[in-house]
């Protein structure tokens, strides 16, 4: 069974870093391509960034230049370092395959940033 667990999330000044992990398990990991994903208070969830499974990254306009995304296909964990952030980055942030699986949301963590 395809599990996601998402940490590192909190709440944090404006500029901060932060940085989130995603624990992946129930499928072959390195075979499959990754992304973060948020959603704000009213918006529709959207994607933040992608990884394939070689490494290679895409990232949303927004966030280009202050996040990156990572993995670790040892461990089956994906890792996104947000820099620079902005109050319009508050929201939930998810993992999931990409393009992502609608049975295999996570639960997210929540990041706020304060203004």
């Known amino acids: 069974q395809v599990q996601v667990v998402e940490s590192g999330g909190g709440l944090v000044q404006l500029g901060g870093p932060l940085r989130l992990s995603c624990a992946a398990s129930?499928?072959?990991?390195?075979?499959?391509?990754m992304g973060w994903y948020r959603q704000a208070p009213g918006k529709q969830r959207e994607l933040v960034a992608r990884?394939?499974?070689?490494?290679?990254?895409n990232y949303a306009d927004s966030v280009r230049g202050r996040f990156t995304i990572s993995r670790d296909n040892a461990k089956n964990t994906e890792y996104l370092v947000m820099n620079s952030l902005k109050p319009e980055d508050t929201a939930v942030y998810y993992c999931?395959?990409?393009?992502?699986?609608?049975?295999?949301w996570g639960q997210g963590t929540q990041v706020t940033v304060s203004s």
């Open positions: 999931n395959t990409y393009p992502p699986s609608a049975r295999d």
């Open positions: 129930g499928f072959i990991f390195r075979n499959r391509a």
């Open positions: 990884i394939t499974n070689g490494g290679i990254t």
